[in-house]
């Protein structure tokens, strides 16, 4: 195969710049990025030998371009340009949990209506190789659980307050400071975030879209620097835990803070880093832990979705269905 | 393509019967047991279907075949079965650390002179799909350090003389009994075992074949009682500790028996599983956590390189030398 892959790039914030540095350093993939869609054209930045553009069309519509990374934050604008580049035959890459946890039900449509693949390593667990693997290796070994911490802001809170006997909004506002949570942290301390990144794991590991009619979210911000203590004065951790399993023929999720001790894989994942937890039939269970966010590690996962789509790659869930029907 | 695969199988032990099982699992992908080359064809065994022979020629040599699959104990007649097979354009899978991390400077060449694949994930890490990850995603993140868990029976021997406050005499003869250890557990206890699978690692995390000039291997046979004791009084676990690492043109590799505290991943991996630490410059620390062998787990890694083989996947490291020379 020679042929040079053109590649529409929606989004240069911290996780296009780190793809954008990443693919630098791999010279020999024969991809490019022919065109970058951003809200503002004017501001300066690094990549100044590359197209900017903020007219979406000029991406998704373009017949030159055979693959589309969308790395931005409006889940309903992405849809919008995941889909229609679907439809018109590009392959497409993304790193927004938000909008694919949310559109699961279309996600699968679109595995299966179009020839076009579609890849999302980046929105699950950052740097952690996880989608892949639960959609390939650990769904062969038939999946009873997932478990894990898939919030790094969260985690890194209650660390903080472990460490230094913070009270919540303490450790929030330092996490705000280092730049480990949002000015709107909504998302993430409530558990909606890591509820994205569950139903997204849940899809790939249990072949079908997971209805969540028995879901719960607990925020951490209810956790108290007494209990912290309570616990830490027991040889325990405060860890926000996010978990899915199969109970017949309902699949039961939640999010909340939990007390582990140290015989668990989760206690000793501090800070921002992020941990999945796969229990399965076959070979019992697997836990993988890792920085969860950032610009180079989430933009190497995109990178390593852009390997797989060139390699001919695309996930298993939908060949199955298929097989099935 | 349409094509079906007909593999030859060497040994039909324990892995081989996982294997076995696994891919009847499996019944879409192209691939089928052709012929099972095992030393006695008289024995009782599952698999009445098959066909089995004790002439390695009628595998190795039968343009028929497309893929070889070898699974057997002996080192020396794996190398040939597995040399002769890729030779005649076979593409091969293996899962034997003793042959492979004793002829790493071969299947170097190998991977570079044959246009055959040669894929070996069950060789390290059992259940957990780590050559591949190092091999690709992580070697593009900078290794920096491997370090782990990668003998299920010195683990198990020391999780055994922890919660017990057994002996390690007593607690090797439990393994034996439970079948956690070989009859001759040499390999295993001194940490040679680990050395292996250490240095395939190495060969793909660091992209060319180490030269162990600074080795070192401890055997867990000198811990006592009363250390695990101790160890245990001040809240910590010791554990079979396998780490390498770069330090400037130097590999430094070491097996040994290591004192840790619950904040270090590797704390909470008891019993036969095994674990692996991959320190990386772009995404940092990654560990994978699992059952490191074991008919199914392995069986299963087995047939996850099966796919692999036949979705056109091979090694980058062979790939990279040749773009490089």
């Known amino acids: 195969m020679n042929k040079h892959y053109k590649i529409g790039l929606f989004g240069f914030g911290t996780v296009g710049q780190g793809f954008y540095e990443n693919l630098k350093k791999h010279p020999h993939l024969p991809a490019s990025i022919e065109k970058v869609c951003v809200k503002r054209v004017d501001l300066p930045r690094i990549g100044h030998e590359l197209y900017f553009t903020d007219n979406p069309d000029e991406l998704i519509h373009d017949p030159a371009l055979d693959i589309i990374i969308e790395l931005i934050d409006d889940a309903a604008a992405a849809k919008k340009y995941v889909h229609t580049a679907l ?5 497409v890459i993304s790193a927004n949990k938000k909008m ?11 595995h299966n209506e179009f020839d076009a693949t579609f890849l999302y390593e980046a929105a699950v667990g950052g740097g952690i190789p996880i989608v892949h693997a639960v959609d390939g290796f650990f769904r062969d070994q038939e999946v009873l659980k997932i478990r894990g911490i898939l919030n790094g802001s969260s985690n890194y809170i209650l660390t903080q307050m472990q460490q230094y006997q913070w009270s919540f909004e303490q450790a929030l506002s330092d ?14 301390i409530s558990g909606i975030d890591a509820t994205y990144k569950l139903s997204i794991l849940a899809y790939h590991a249990f072949g079908e879209v997971p209805s969540l009619n ?3 979210a607990e925020s951490i911000e209810s956790v108290t620097k007494e209990e912290i203590k309570k616990a830490r004065a027991k040889g325990r951790k405060i860890k926000p835990v996010a978990t899915i399993e199969r109970l017949g023929n309902e699949i039961v999720c939640s999010v909340r803070p939990e007390l582990v001790d140290p015989n668990d894989a989760l206690y000793s994942v ?13 070979s019992g269970k697997h836990t993988s832990v890792g920085k969860g966010a950032g610009s180079l590690p989430t933009g190497s996962a995109v990178l390593e979705d852009l390997k797989r789509l060139l390699s001919g790659y695309s996930y298993e869930v939908s060949k199955t269905k298929t097989a099935v029907a």
Chains 1, 2 share one sequence.
Do not use: M
Request: no cysteine.
């Open 100 to 110: 694919i946890g949310e559109s699961l039900e279309e996600v699968d449509q679109w």
């Open 175 to 188: 996490a705000q400071a280092q730049g480990f949570a949002e000015r709107n942290p909504t998302l993430d």
């Open 214 to 216: 028995s879901f719960s």
């Open 270 to 282: 501090d800070s921002e880093n992020n941990a999945i937890s796969v229990d399965t039939v076959i």
């Open 87 to 91: 439809q018109n035959g590009k392959s």
